[in-house]
């Protein structure tokens, strides 16, 4: 990955996606990292995703409703791996999927709910926590975003390179207070994304029936 998907969640700040069970078919929109690179992501019933060498982000917001969402499940499927890579070094972290959530203290959403990219970059409350689908990490390690800034994104490994489809069910509370301390903020975005740039490999992967709870 040679640019930080951290940074660019926060270009699309533009759609919300439904409450509850969430929606693949309407308000997502996928954001490029570079204007040379772009996965093929097709919205529906479940999200599917090919990523050749490539890296890019899909984004929706997330329904006023659903801020306070506490866990999440969801069911998602590699038909196509990417090698092991350490989801700790920049510029080498390839995953096969992974799916964020965007968090700011409740205080402040509503006056971000349409936030420019200037004002989001610049705040310094706003947090992301990514479960991966990669890496050769252990289930549930916490590793700190190689580019984020220190104390605002962290990736939590759920699965190791490989193929296969499983279901995964989070605690998002207990997740943030593992990652970040304190209780969590208002959750005010997802996105999904897969990265294959840095191996020069081929991803095939969906991502459905996801809910917040």
Do not use: C
Request: glycine letters at 10%; zero cysteines; proline letters at 4%.
């Amino acid at each position: 990955m040679r640019v930080a998907i951290f940074t660019a969640l926060f270009v699309a700040l533009t759609t919300a996606a439904s409450a509850g069970p969430i929606s693949f078919a309407n308000g997502w929109r996928e954001q490029r990292l570079s204007l040379f690179s772009s996965n093929d992501y097709r919205f529906g019933t479940n999200l599917s995703l090919i990523s050749d060498g490539s890296v890019s982000i899909a984004w929706a917001r997330v329904s006023q409703r659903d801020w306070t969402s506490t866990s999440a499940s969801w069911n998602w499927t590699v038909d196509q791996s990417v090698p092991a890579t350490s989801l700790a070094k920049k510029g080498g972290d390839d995953r096969n999927i992974a799916l964020y959530f965007v968090y700011v203290p409740e205080s402040i959403a509503p006056k971000l709910k349409n936030a420019g990219i200037r004002n989001l970059l610049g705040n310094d409350d706003v947090r992301i926590i990514q479960y991966a689908w990669g890496g050769n990490h252990r289930k549930g390690q916490i590793i700190p975003s190689p580019y984020a800034p220190p104390g605002q994104g962290v990736t939590i490994s759920l699965r190791q390179a490989g193929t296969g489809s499983y279901n995964e069910s989070v605690d998002l509370s207990e997740d943030y207070a593992r990652a970040f301390g304190g209780e969590k903020g208002a959750l005010v975005g997802l996105a999904v994304s897969g990265d294959s740039d840095d191996t020069n490999s081929v991803i095939r992967a969906a991502i459905g029936n996801l809910n917040l709870r």
